[in-house]
C-alpha cells in the first residue's frame, strides 16, 4: 500500500563525500536553501588512532565551509567514521577494535573527544556527527558514555552532535545519552551483501520510524539514492541515479517500479554477454519513502548521499 502524502514539514539534510565531492557540491547548489544541514563525509583514523582527512577531503573543504555560509546557509556538519587507514594506504572499514580502544578508559575517551573539539573549531564546523559501526555489544556502555560526554563539551562551544545508527541497533540494550541527535538508518535492505532488491521499502521505513520514536526528543531518519547492479555472475555493485538511467538505455523494457517500495527496476545484458539486474531509487521513490517515514511520525530525513542526481530528483526534493 502506497504511504500518505506527507503533511509535516520536512526538515532535510544531506551527506557529500570526499571522493564524489565536485558532484555533491554541485547538486547541493540545486536544492539552494532546502537543506538544513550539510554533512562532509569524512574523517577517518590513521594508523595511530588520531584523526585523519584524506587528500579529496582538505581539496573539498574550503568549497564546502563557503558554500555552507553563503546564501541561504546550512549547518556545515562533520562526519566521523570508524574506517582506520594503515601506512600502506589500506583501510580496515568500520573497524570495532579502532572503537574499543577510543572508548576504554575515561582518559582514551577524553583524549579522543579533545582530537574531535580541535578539528571541528580549527576548520570551523558547527557541529559533529559520529558514524562509529559494528560497535562490539560489550562496548556500548563506554560507547554511550564517550556520546554523553562529547555531547556537553561540543555544546559548551556551542556546536552540535549527530549520532548515525545501524538499521539493526537494539535501543534497549544500548542506552543512548539525551542531547544529541540521532538518525537511523533506513537502508541496505537490500544491496552488496544479498541479491537483488531495493535498497528499502515502506514496511521497513515505518518499522524503523517507528523504533527511533522510542528514543526521546526528534531525530532523523536516513534514506539512501542510488542502487545497485547485480550480474547474474554473483557481483554486485553500486550505481549513482545517473549511472542507473545510463544502464537503463540498454535495457529491452522500461524500468517498472515496484508497489512495495516504489522503486525502480530493470535487467540488461552487457557486452559480454552477462545479464544484469539493477535496482534504484528516483525521485518518486525518495517522495514515497519520505511519506512512509512521516506516517512513522518522523518528518527529519537525512540523504545518503549527492552526487550523480538527476534533476528531477532533486526538484522533487526541494519540494518537500
Known amino acids: 500500500?502506497?504511504?500518505?502524502?506527507?503533511?509535516?514539514?520536512?526538515?532535510?539534510?544531506?551527506?557529500?563525500?570526499?571522493?564524489?565531492w565536485e558532484t555533491g557540491m554541485a547538486d547541493w547548489k540545486q536544492l539552494s536553501g532546502e537543506l538544513e544541514e550539510i554533512k562532509l563525509f569524512a574523517a577517518y583514523f590513521n594508523h595511530k588512532d588520531e584523526l585523519y582527512l584524506t587528500s579529496d577531503f582538505r581539496e573539498a573543504l574550503p568549497a564546502f565551509l563557503e558554500?555552507?555560509?553563503?546564501?541561504?546557509?546550512?549547518?556545515?556538519?562533520?562526519t566521523i567514521v570508524n574506517d582506520r587507514?594503515?601506512?600502506?594506504?589500506?583501510?580496515?572499514?568500520?573497524?570495532?577494535?579502532?572503537?574499543?580502544?577510543l572508548v576504554a578508559t575515561p582518559e582514551s575517551r577524553s583524549q579522543h573527544i579533545k582530537q574531535?573539539?580541535?578539528?571541528?573549531?580549527?576548520?570551523?564546523?558547527?557541529?559533529?556527527e559520529l558514524d562509529y559501526e559494528k560497535v562490539r555489544k560489550e562496548d556500548g556502555a563506554k560507547l554511550s558514555a564517550l556520546y554523553e560526554e562529547?555531547?556537553?563539551?561540543?555544546?559548551?562551544?556551542?556546536?552540535s552532535l549527530r549520532?548515525?545508527?545501524?538499521?539493526?541497533?537494539?535501543?534497549?540494550?544500548?542506552?543512548?545519552?539525551?542531547?544529541?541527535?540521532?538518525?537511523?538508518?533506513a537502508y541496505n535492505l537490500y544491496g552488496g551483501h544479498s541479491g537483488p532488491g531495493p535498497k528499502a521499502d515502506y514496511a521497513m521505513i515505518k518499522e524503523l520510524g517507528g523504533k527511533l520514536r522510542q528514543l526521546p526528543g526528534d531525530h532523523a531518519i536516513a534514506l539512501s539514492v542510488g542502487g545497485f547492479d547485480w550480474a547474474e555472475d554473483g557481483k554486485a555493485v553500486s550505481l549513482t541515479e545517473k549511472r542507473a538511467v545510463e544502464l537503463a538505455r540498454d535495457s529491452p523494457d522500461e524500468?517498472?517500479?515496484?508497489?512495495?517500495?516504489?522503486?525502480?527496476?530493470?535487467?540488461?545484458?552487457?557486452?559480454?554477454?552477462?545479464?544484469?539486474?539493477?535496482?534504484?531509487?528516483?525521485?518518486?521513490?525518495?517522495?514515497g519513502w519520505m511519506d512512509a517515514a512521516g506516517e512513522a511520525g518522523i518528518s527529519k530525513i537525512a540523504i545518503w548521499r549527492l552526487g550523480q542526481m538527476e534533476a528531477n530528483t532533486l526538484q522533487k526534493l526541494s519540494e518537500f
Not at 589500506?90 to 580502544?101: C, E, F, G, V
Open 163 to 185: 549520532i548515525v545508527l545501524e538499521p539493526g541497533v537494539s535501543l534497549s540494550s544500548l542506552k543512548l545519552p539525551e542531547g544529541p541527535d540521532y538518525v537511523l538508518m
Open 116 to 128: 574531535i573539539l580541535d578539528m571541528a573549531s580549527q576548520h570551523g564546523f558547527d557541529g559533529v
Open 67 to 78: 558554500a555552507s555560509k553563503e546564501g541561504e546557509p546550512a549547518r556545515g556538519i562533520l
Open 150 to 159: 562529547l555531547y556537553e563539551r561540543l555544546r559548551a562551544e556551542a556546536l
Open 255 to 287: 524500468p517498472k517500479r515496484d508497489p512495495d517500495s516504489g522503486a525502480l527496476y530493470f535487467e540488461y545484458t552487457d557486452d559480454q554477454g552477462i545479464r544484469h539486474t539493477v535496482w534504484y531509487a528516483d525521485g518518486t521513490t525518495l517522495a
Open 1 to 20: 500500500m502506497l504511504p500518505q502524502p506527507l503533511q509535516a514539514q520536512v526538515k532535510l539534510s544531506a551527506w557529500i563525500t570526499d571522493w564524489q
Open 85 to 101: 587507514f594503515h601506512t600502506d594506504g589500506t583501510a580496515k572499514q568500520k573497524d570495532p577494535d579502532l572503537i574499543s580502544r
